[in-house]
């Protein structure tokens, strides 16, 4: 996987919850990027950064937020988890040279 | 327009067969097509990828052709083996902000291989 690790792996979580998932890399690559994996939907875009405190938003930013306060971990959160984002988040480094993107592992997370 | 559309949903080759799994696209701005392929529980994993100025690039069993003025391309796995097995997932890479590439994926092909 490239260098990347997630965590947690798996979170069960209630509803109005606020959930963070850990992205960390040691490519020292200067674009991150979050995605969610739906069935029937691909995967979209959440979140991405492209520096150290600097991120933007992808097609399904909205509940999430992100921050980058290192060049090797990229945080997701959920300010108050819904059950429609019961998903599979996935993390993704590049180096930025081209349109080549490396995924993590993923988190499943379940939203009751 | 960002979608790239994939077909089919599904696919069952016989062990030995082609396997083969198109993609289309409408914006003439992206410029580099990977595929990825999933296994269950697994990251998707960069298989390979072509850029328009080629119509073809094959490594080992996986071959893309690309086809710029169609505005579509695929992917060809020969001699499918049962470890082929996994869903595959075609994306489209459009520069976006500060250097970064933004890729649009599509929906996937879930690949079967029976013996």
């Known amino acids: 996987d490239a260098g990347i690790t997630q965590s947690p792996r798996h979170k069960v979580t209630e509803t109005g919850t606020p959930v963070t998932l850990r992205c960390h890399q040691t490519?020292?690559?200067?674009?991150m990027y979050w995605y969610r994996q739906d069935p029937g939907h691909g995967l979209r875009l959440i979140h991405y950064?492209?520096?150290?405190?600097?991120?933007d938003k992808g097609e399904v930013s909205d509940g999430y937020s992100v921050s980058r306060s290192k060049t090797e971990d990229f945080l997701l959160t959920l300010e108050s988890a819904t059950s429609s984002q019961t998903s599979v988040y996935f993390c993704?480094?590049?180096?930025?040279?081209?349109?080549?993107?490396?995924f993590g592992p993923g988190t499943r997370l379940l939203v009751l | 327009q960002q979608q790239v559309k994939q077909s089919p949903q599904s696919l069952i080759v016989q062990k030995g067969g082609i396997s083969i799994i198109n993609c289309a696209y409408e914006n003439t701005a992206f410029d580099y097509f990977p595929w990825y392929q999933q296994f269950p529980g697994k990251g998707p994993a960069l298989l390979i990828a072509?850029?328009?100025?080629?119509s073809e690039k094959k490594e080992g069993r996986f071959t893309i052709s690309f086809n710029k003025s169609a505005k579509q391309f695929s992917l060809h796995i020969m001699d499918s083996q049962p470890g082929d097995s996994a869903t595959y997932f075609c994306?489209?890479?459009?520069?976006?902000?500060?250097?970064?590439?933004?890729?649009?994926f599509g929906k996937g092909t879930k690949l079967s291989v029976i013996p």
């Open positions: 993704a480094i590049s180096p930025g040279a081209s349109g080549t993107q490396y």
């Open positions: 490519e020292n690559h200067r674009y």
């Open positions: 072509i850029r328009p100025d080629v």
């Open positions: 994306a489209a890479s459009i520069r976006s902000g500060a250097g970064s590439y933004q890729l649009t």
């Open positions: 950064s492209y520096g150290v405190k600097d991120t």
